[in-house]
């Protein structure tokens, strides 16, 4: 259970059911409780160096979700869906979200919940097909979930729902409360791994590989859709040894029946200027995810890998998984 340094608040959170329970909660715990005017603008966490980005993923913020704008989506949902959370506890080097807020990636709860969920049914059940939305692209949910409960709530709320299909990606494994739920086959979850070295160094704060992979077949052994993003690709020293060590270890330790129905997503890292900045001076002794040698500028303050070097690990990876997961979908690989 995360317990943070200090929580931030609006107090227009305290006039729903979730703001209120998690302000006493804290309150009788004897966190500093700090009222704020906007989730989106906290000056003294804006003018904080970004040596003390680790020190400020301690705190959490409590707000509204204002904005709940629906952006279409071509991968493995139909829609992106703002949902109850954005940010993370976690420090994984290559964050996006840090392109997204900055050193204020910090954990954000929005306990308006029944707002959002209320639109996604609606969209849902006025659509011609079953959609899919994605409601874990701002945060994680299963680790939202340890705090909030906002997925037990989630699952309940939706899954007597006729029509639509909801989905999210995780890096950890304590999905033990969601086993027992009815969820009729309408969510999707999908598990990002990486070697496990990586994980250690890299994703700092989040489960091993080994409870990961864990976490898949208790998911499936409870009828969840599943789906594994290899994610992200990340082409450091050694890196077809260490990739070819995980698939390898996929192959060994998911169960039969994961490996019946399990879908996958490759996705390649994407750095930036802000990632290098932050990552300086938060975290100087770890490892220089920016290498120049094989990277190269796309868009405003970005780096993906040159297009030939990317081409090639792809063939590679191509082959690997042709060879344990022969009978398994690749998504896409991006």
């Not at 704020?36 to 003294?44: D, P």
């Not at 080097?93 to 900055?102: E, G, K």
């Not at 998911?254 to 890292?269: D, G, N």
């Not at 001076?281 to 970005?302: H, S």
């Amino acid at each position: 259970m995360f317990l943070p340094k200090s929580v931030y608040y609006e107090k227009e959170s305290e006039n729903y059911e979730l703001g209120k329970k998690l302000l006493q909660e804290y309150r009788e715990k004897n966190i500093p409780c700090i009222e704020i005017e906007n989730h989106n603008n906290i000056e003294e966490m804006r003018k904080k160096q970004n040596s003390e980005f680790p020190n400020m993923k301690q705190n959490l913020i409590i707000g509204i979700r204002k904005t709940h704008n629906f952006v279409p989506n071509h991968k493995t949902s139909d829609f992106l869906v703002p949902y109850t959370s954005s940010g993370c506890i976690a420090m994984c080097l290559y964050c996006y979200l840090v392109c997204n807020y900055n050193k204020c990636a910090y954990l954000r709860l929005f306990v308006n919940r029944e707002q959002m969920l209320e639109k996604i049914i609606k969209v849902a059940n006025k659509a011609e097909k079953n959609l899919t939305f994605e409601i874990g692209s701002n945060s994680d949910l299963i680790l939202e979930n340890t705090i909030t409960g906002n997925l037990n709530w989630t699952i309940e709320n939706f899954c007597n729902n006729e029509k639509g299909f909801l989905t999210f990606p995780t890096k950890f494994d304590m999905v033990d409360p969601i086993l027992p739920l009815k969820h009729n086959g309408k969510i999707i979850v999908r598990m990002s791994v990486n070697p496990k070295d990586l994980i250690r160094t890299i994703e700092i704060g989040t489960s091993p590989l080994e409870k990961r992979v864990q976490a898949i077949n208790k998911l499936v052994d409870a009828d969840y859709k599943i789906g594994i993003l290899i994610a992200p690709i990340i082409l450091v020293e050694n890196w077809r040894e260490k990739y070819k060590e995980l698939i390898e270890y996929l192959a060994e330790n998911l169960s039969k029946k994961v490996k019946e129905k399990v879908f996958f997503e490759i996705i390649f890292m994407t750095y930036s200027y802000i990632h290098r900045k932050i990552n300086e001076e938060a975290f100087p002794t770890l490892i220089n995810l920016y290498n120049p040698n094989i990277m190269t500028g796309r868009g405003k303050g970005k780096y993906t890998y040159k297009k030939e070097v990317r081409e090639e690990a792809e063939i590679y990876l191509r082959e690997l998984m042709r060879k344990h997961f022969p009978d398994n979908e690749i998504k896409y690989i991006v």
